[in-house]
């Protein structure tokens, strides 16, 4: 079992910056792909962002290539989304999950384990 808890959410102005955390419970986060969703009003869940086990392999949705990185960090049973140039279009509920999947994990059925969100608003 994994708990997934998100923080960093807010309010940021077309163009800045934010950066979102996600810690987890359990001794085996290590072994778990990480991905970040995001869910805005009156749309599904779409992917983000993903991370392999080791950190070696990401995947990003088209919408976010260049402007947001995830990355991990297993000591700290940790995984970030640093995102850069928001644009209002970011504007959603982020969703960290884990997935006991191999590999470049896109689906929202692939995931085990969700967070509660935390909203990213941004402001043109």
């Known amino acids: 079992q994994v708990q997934l808890v998100e923080s960093g959410g807010g309010l940021v102005q077309a163009g800045g910056s934010l950066r979102l955390s996600c810690a987890a419970s359990?001794?085996?986060?290590?072994?778990?792909?990480m991905g970040w969703f995001r869910q805005a009003p009156g749309k599904e869940r779409e992917f983000v962002a993903a991370?392999?086990?080791?950190?070696?392999?990401?995947w990003y949705a088209d919408s976010v290539k260049g402007r947001f990185t995830i990355s991990r960090d297993n000591a700290k049973n940790t995984v970030y989304l640093q995102m850069i140039s928001l644009k209002p279009e970011d504007t959603a509920v982020y969703y960290c999950?884990?997935?006991?999947?191999?590999?470049?994990?896109?689906?929202?059925?692939?995931?085990?384990?969700w967070g509660q969100g935390t909203q990213v608003t941004v402001s043109s």
């Open positions: 999950a884990a997935s006991t999947g191999i590999g470049a994990t896109m689906r929202t059925t692939q995931y085990n384990y």
């Open positions: 991370i392999n086990w080791s950190g070696g392999y990401t």
């Open positions: 359990g001794r085996t986060f290590s072994s778990y792909v």
